[in-house]
């Protein structure tokens, strides 16, 4: 059996992989499995799905803690989530980035592989710049870096599975394939493997589930895209405000909105709501 942990964020598709690529080990005679795990927030909040695949019946049915493969599509996320703990000596790490694949900090022994996701996404209208959806670029490199499945089964699975733009996320899927580059893992880890989230959290209250306001979680951590308020344009309208999931935003002496960004944790809502679009996302990774 092999075990496959995807990390991602809300709307980047991180579920519809774990999805797909069961649909893709199904049509090639497997038994696969899927389930994400979401937290209480949305759009742009980290998300971490499982997969798991193998020739015979699973019978668990736990989340995976110790996986054979992580797969990182956002590269954001290795800063502010430990997405390696628990790989497996020998495992394999897939990270969409644009950077060498030599580049990204893994415990030692584990295979690294990295694909440009995001641009073979956005070469093919998949989302928007602000968030592309590059779950199936992901995929090819995945299905090529693990031959976990077949490159024609995962083309089969999109074109059955994928309401929107199946084409293009085929094509996607196959430069996704043609991309991904590897590297072997006995060289070790080439940078330090991240110790703690670069904004450190309150410790959290013992329980199953924990429930604190974000005066006290600074969201901000999760943030790869800051919204920039062009305020020459902006009519005082309050949306941005209204809309804000995290209260991030206030008003000046005057009445404009200005953000706080220690809460901001870079969702959009803001900028797609604005009505005469004065509010920029700009990437800070
Ligand atoms: S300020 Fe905008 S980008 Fe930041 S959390 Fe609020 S809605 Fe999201
Ligand atoms: S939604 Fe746009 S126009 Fe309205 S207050 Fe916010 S920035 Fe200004």
């Not at 590269?75 to 997405?83: I, N, W």
């Not at 694909?115 to 959806?133: E, K, N, Q």
């Not at 083309?155 to 733009?165: D, I, K, Y």
Request: aromatic residues 6%.
């Amino acid at each position: 059996m092999i075990e496959i942990r995807f990390h991602g964020r809300g709307g980047q598709g991180g579920v519809v992989a774990s999805e797909l690529l069961a649909q893709a080990a199904f049509l090639d005679g497997k038994i696969p499995q899927s389930f994400p795990f979401f937290g209480v927030e949305r759009r742009g909040a980290p998300v971490t799905a499982y997969s798991r695949i193998d020739d015979r019946p699973i019978a668990l049915r736990t989340s995976i803690t110790a996986p054979h493969v992580v797969v990182v599509l956002d590269p954001g996320l290795l800063a502010t989530e430990r997405v390696t703990d628990g790989l497996k000596p020998g495992g394999l790490l897939l990270v969409n980035t644009t950077h060498a694949p030599e580049t990204l900090a893994a415990p030692g022994g584990v295979r690294r592989a990295a694909v440009d996701a995001t641009h073979i996404a956005l070469a093919h209208g998949l989302g928007t710049a602000m968030l592309p959806i590059v779950n199936t670029a992901v995929l090819g490199a995945l299905a090529r870096a693990t031959e976990v499945v077949s490159l024609e089964a995962l083309s089969r699975a999109v074109e059955q599975f994928v309401p929107a733009r199946p084409e293009e996320n085929r094509l996607a899927a196959r430069d996704g394939y043609l991309g991904v580059r590897t590297v072997d893992g006995t060289a070790g880890p080439s940078v330090p493997l991240p110790t703690s989230p670069r904004v450190a959290g309150p410790s959290l209250p013992e329980g199953p589930m924990a429930s604190l306001s974000s005066e006290r979680i600074h969201t901000a951590a999760w943030r790869t895209f800051t919204p920039v308020i062009h305020l020459d344009r902006c009519t005082k309208c309050n949306f941005c405000w209204k809309f804000c999931p995290d209260d991030a935003i206030e008003f000046d002496a005057v009445g404009f909105p200005k953000l706080r960004l220690e809460y901001c944790k870079g969702c959009g809502i803001c900028a797609a709501e604005c009505p005469p679009k004065t509010i920029e996302m700009v990437a800070e990774v």
